[in-house]
């Protein structure tokens, strides 16, 4: 499969990015180009090794994008320095036109828009599902301040929509460390999105989960696509078939194909490397 070099960016538009944070959590990025994430010249080492070399990457608005690769190719990494948990070498990470998400911390690299989902659930497992919705709304207001305080009707009424989105609404009141790991993962997920994320970074999101969970996290991740971008890191090839309409292979921290998985899965350097005959 050939993949075309990607022309896209601000840099590439002439444009000179100024690297701040919008001014407020729902300003937002500048997409009027079409491109939420600008990844470009990314390298990242570690004690000389590679993890990530001149790595250029561009995922449109509203899109679902799939990432995989054998271990090793640098998909946390990535994930790690989009969300400032990483700092690169070299290179930059735009969000919009105007966002240099390596100029800010976690804290606002999350007020801006982005939110991200490990592969094992953190949940709060002593509180109910609507109360581990009502504590990831409130955000560093702290536990006991966000559990005692009055939700106003808007937050109710948020947290009720994403109840509904995820497929908990039944189980609201149960407490979090008796839920299915299923339903654990779809509560983080939950817990990203009402806080109104842009753009969602989702790694291994299947991972452990049955075959019927497999299939409504497919159903939910693709509802999300469109009014928001979601990225997914994944292992679980079927999962990646179920969902892709992009998906891009990483190997030796830079990528190696891109395009629609039927290309993707018949290209013959990424069955060499990820694969397999």
Same mark, same amino acid.
């Not at 070399?53 to 054998?70: F, M, S, T, V």
């Not at 292992?235 to 290309?263: K, Q």
């Given at each position: 499969?050939?993949?075309?070099?990607?022309?896209?960016?601000? @840099?590439?538009?002439?444009?000179?990015?100024?690297?701040?944070?919008?001014?407020?959590? @729902?300003?937002?990025?500048?997409?009027? %180009?079409?491109?939420?994430?600008?990844?470009?010249?990314?390298?990242?080492?570690?004690?000389?090794?590679?993890?990530?070399?001149?790595?250029?990457?561009?995922?449109?608005?509203?899109?679902?994008?799939?990432?995989?690769?054998?271990?090793?190719?640098?998909?946390?990494?990535?994930?790690?320095? /989009?969300?400032?948990?990483?700092?690169?070498?070299?290179?930059?990470?735009? !969000?919009?036109?105007?966002?240099?998400?390596?100029?800010?911390?976690?804290?606002? /690299?999350?007020?801006?828009? /982005?939110?991200?989902?490990?592969?094992?659930?953190?949940? !709060?497992?002593?509180?109910?599902? !609507?109360?581990?919705?009502?504590? +990831?709304?409130?955000?560093?207001?702290?536990?006991?301040?966000?559990?005692?305080?009055?939700?106003?009707?808007?937050?109710?009424?948020?947290?009720?929509?994403?109840?509904?989105?995820?497929?908990?609404?039944?189980?609201? %009141?149960?407490?979090?460390?008796?839920?299915? %790991?299923?339903?654990?993962?779809?509560?983080?997920?939950?817990?990203?999105?009402?806080?109104?994320?842009?753009?969602?970074?989702?790694?291994?999101?299947?991972?452990?989960?049955?075959?019927?969970?497999?299939?409504?996290?497919?159903?939910?991740?693709?509802?999300? +696509?469109?009014?928001?971008?979601?990225?997914?890191?994944?292992?679980?090839?079927? !999962?990646? @078939?179920?969902? +892709?309409?992009?998906?891009?292979?990483?190997?030796?921290?830079?990528?190696?194909?891109?395009?629609?998985?039927?290309?993707?899965?018949?290209?013959?350097?990424?069955?060499?490397?990820?694969?397999?005959?």
């Amino acid at each position: 499969m050939h993949v075309e070099p990607v022309s896209r960016g601000p @840099r590439c538009h002439g444009l000179e990015p100024k690297g701040r944070a919008p001014s407020s959590p @729902r300003e937002g990025p500048d997409t009027s %180009h079409g491109v939420i994430l600008y990844v470009e010249g990314l390298t990242v080492s570690f004690d000389g090794f590679k993890a990530l070399d001149d790595l250029n990457l561009y995922i449109e608005d509203g899109e679902l994008r799939c990432i995989i690769g054998p271990n090793g190719a640098g998909k946390t990494t990535l994930m790690d320095v /989009i969300t400032g948990k990483t700092r690169p070498d070299a290179g930059t990470v735009f !969000f919009g036109q105007s966002v240099d998400l390596t100029r800010l911390t976690e804290t606002q /690299i999350a007020q801006a828009g /982005i939110g991200r989902k490990f592969q094992t659930p953190t949940v !709060f497992e002593q509180h109910s599902v !609507f109360e581990n919705l009502e504590l +990831a709304l409130r955000g560093d207001k702290g536990v006991w301040h966000s559990l005692f305080a009055r939700l106003t009707g808007g937050e109710r009424e948020r947290i009720e929509q994403v109840l509904e989105l995820v497929g908990l609404t039944e189980s609201m %009141h149960v407490r979090a460390g008796l839920l299915s %790991h299923g339903q654990k993962q779809w509560l983080e997920i939950g817990m990203l999105l009402v806080q109104d994320p842009r753009v969602l970074l989702l790694d291994e999101p299947v991972a452990g989960m049955t075959a019927g969970e497999t299939d409504r996290t497919a159903e939910l991740l693709t509802s999300l +696509a469109g009014e928001r971008t979601v990225v997914v890191v994944e292992h679980d090839m079927e !999962f990646v @078939r179920n969902i +892709a309409r992009r998906v891009t292979v990483l190997h030796e921290g830079r990528v190696l194909a891109e395009g629609g998985m039927d290309a993707v899965q018949n290209d013959p350097r990424v069955i060499e490397v990820y694969l397999g005959s």
